[in-house]
């Protein structure tokens, strides 16, 4: 037993060998910082509060799992003009890739940016991360932060008309992918940012948003195709004073997906949105977890989260909201909801509310269940036939989720998605 312990210790991370790339002052700091964090947490095991519902195992062995590969689908948001950066097996592809110019936008690369000894990125890159980590530790995204070496660097200070995508092609079935987004929404901007792609066999990635005042950021992603990929993904945000973010997470495939997404809303008026939607049957595991801190007056929130599982698959939704003393008025909305359309599955909730503040309306609420059987005879009744059936009441589940992204023609794409998903997948 204790050869099998010691066999099993070996194929975790070792923690005190990580070398942080090299890079400019600052950078170096940020990643040193970040490694000590690390080394103080520890990884993240099944004792942890946090991670009770999902397995970190494959997450933080020394080798990933291998992931076949399936035909890579590019085709997402063809129809919309945009600025792509397409990263392959975490690596740039600058011939795949679009002019990285644009109006109101400056794009680099992180592996460019960190080799100098300033940049506006510094109060961005491992900062907001790095307050993170209280009460609720993040370990794999201090790794991130830590051995990191590409991603984009963003800065908008206009309101660019493109958006801005990242592209993941997944090419090499034992690929180890490490990303890390920095942005920063100067006074008055706004941006789209889109992700699409399965990355690569295992994923590590992080973006870190700053929203200064009256800015908006849109955040729209697509997680797939390759059904053996294993994903965490961490999204930071700091809002100020009238400043938008909202954020829609598609996942329809995937053996293991965990998404972290922590905001933290220090101007007044502020609004945060977080929503996700996924479907997926069989060794399907999918676990959201959002923590919003509300630090200012009159500031809103809202998680919205649907789940679809069949043939065992499994959902996971950790969701808090967190109003510290003064911030007064806020209203705080949360939700998660599944539907099983099979006996084996199984969705694991854990909605809270922390309040410090008297003036505050929120409220959370989390259900489970299958298919409404007086809806599905009502469409039966009328020559739809069961599988369609079943698909529509599906769709409908997933309405409340999907109708958070605002702009129509993406909203449509995610529909479209969606439905071929289901007609695939139907007995």
């Not at 954020?247 to 905001?263: A, D, K, P, Q, Y």
């Amino acid at each position: 037993m204790a050869q099998a312990q010691a066999c099993n210790q070996s194929k975790i991370l070792n923690l005190e060998a990580l070398e942080p790339p090299g890079g400019g002052e600052w950078a170096t700091r940020a990643r040193n910082s970040a490694l000590e964090r690390l080394q103080q947490m520890g990884l993240p095991g099944r004792r942890d509060e946090y991670w009770k519902y999902t397995r970190p195992d494959t997450l933080i062995q020394t080798k990933p799992p291998k992931a076949a590969l399936h035909k890579s689908d590019s085709s997402m948001f063809d129809g919309i003009e945009k600025i792509r950066m397409v990263f392959v097996d975490g690596i740039y592809d600058s011939d795949a890739s679009d002019s990285l110019d644009g109006e109101g936008i400056t794009i680099e690369r992180l592996s460019k940016v960190t080799e100098k000894d300033s940049h506006w990125a510094k109060n961005v890159y491992g900062v907001l991360e790095g307050g993170s980590h209280a009460p609720v530790k993040r370990p794999l995204a201090a790794l991130n932060t830590a051995m990191a070496t590409d991603g984009a660097v963003i800065c908008v200070t206009g309101r660019p008309s493109k958006p801005v995508h990242m592209i993941y092609v997944h090419k090499s079935v034992t690929s180890d992918a490490i990303l890390n987004h920095v942005i920063r929404l100067e006074e008055g901007s706004s941006l789209t940012f889109l992700e699409t792609g399965p990355a690569a066999a295992r994923f590590n990635k992080t973006i870190e948003v700053d929203v200064g005042d009256n800015a908006e950021f849109h955040h729209i992603r697509i997680q797939g195709r390759d059904h053996e990929r294993r994903a965490a993904t961490h999204t930071f945000a700091r809002l100020g004073e009238n400043s938008s973010f909202k954020s829609f997470s598609l996942t329809v495939n995937g053996i293991l997906t965990r998404n972290e997404c922590v905001v933290e809303l220090t101007g007044s008026n502020g609004v945060a949105h977080v929503a996700g939607a996924c479907v997926g049957d069989g060794d399907f595991h999918h676990d959201d977890t959002v923590f919003i801190t509300h630090d200012a007056e009159n500031c809103e929130s809202r998680q919205v989260f649907k789940k679809v599982l069949r043939g065992g698959a499994k959902g996971v939704f950790q969701g808090k909201i967190l109003v510290r003393e003064g911030a007064q008025k806020t209203d705080g909305y949360q939700i998660s909801q599944s539907l099983l359309l099979s006996d084996d599955c199984e969705f694991n909730a854990k909605p809270e509310l922390e309040i410090y503040a008297d003036d505050v309306a929120c409220s959370h609420g989390s259900t489970s269940g299958a298919i409404d059987e007086d809806s599905l005879f009502y469409l039966r009744a009328r020559g739809v036939p069961l599988e369609i059936a079943t698909d529509l009441l599906t769709l409908a589940f997933l309405a409340e989720a999907v109708d958070e992204v605002e702009d129509e023609r993406l909203k449509g794409e995610i529909n479209a998605l969606l439905t071929d998903w289901l007609e695939r997948r139907r007995a």
